[in-house]
């Protein structure tokens, strides 16, 4: 079992930047590939961005590459995810996710979700 707890989110104009956190519980962390998505209001949960388990490789969407960072601290079992240059259309609930077998890219591979956290973004 893997509890994910996000934080960072917030309201923030066009332009700017946030950096959202993902703490995991339990001593398996270095096991999951982890991802981030996200959910709009009316919206499809989407992919937005991975990091493989040794945080070797990342995978990103075309709508926040060049824009968002992914990365993690195994010792400290955090994923965070560094957003820059922000825009209103990147405003939605974020969702950290662990995948135990795959790449943290598809949402139908994702083992443990958690609970999200709202970033708004004022054009």
């Known amino acids: 079992q893997v509890q994910l707890v996000e934080s960072g989110g917030g309201l923030v104009e066009a332009g700017g930047s946030l950096r959202l956190s993902c703490a995991a519980s339990g001593r398996t962390f270095s096991r999951y590939a982890m991802g981030w998505f996200r959910q709009a209001p009316g919206k499809e949960r989407e992919f937005v961005a991975a990091v493989t388990r040794d945080g070797g490789y990342t995978y990103y969407a075309d709508s926040v590459k060049g824009r968002f960072t992914i990365s993690r601290d195994n010792a400290k079992n955090t994923v965070y995810l560094q957003m820059n240059s922000l825009k209103p259309e990147d405003t939605a609930v974020y969702y950290c996710?662990?995948?135990?077998?795959?790449?943290?890219?598809?949402?139908?591979?994702?083992?443990?979700w958690g609970k999200g956290t709202l970033v708004t973004v004022s054009s």
């Open positions: 996710a662990a995948d135990l077998t795959g790449r943290g890219t598809r949402v139908g591979d994702i083992d443990y």
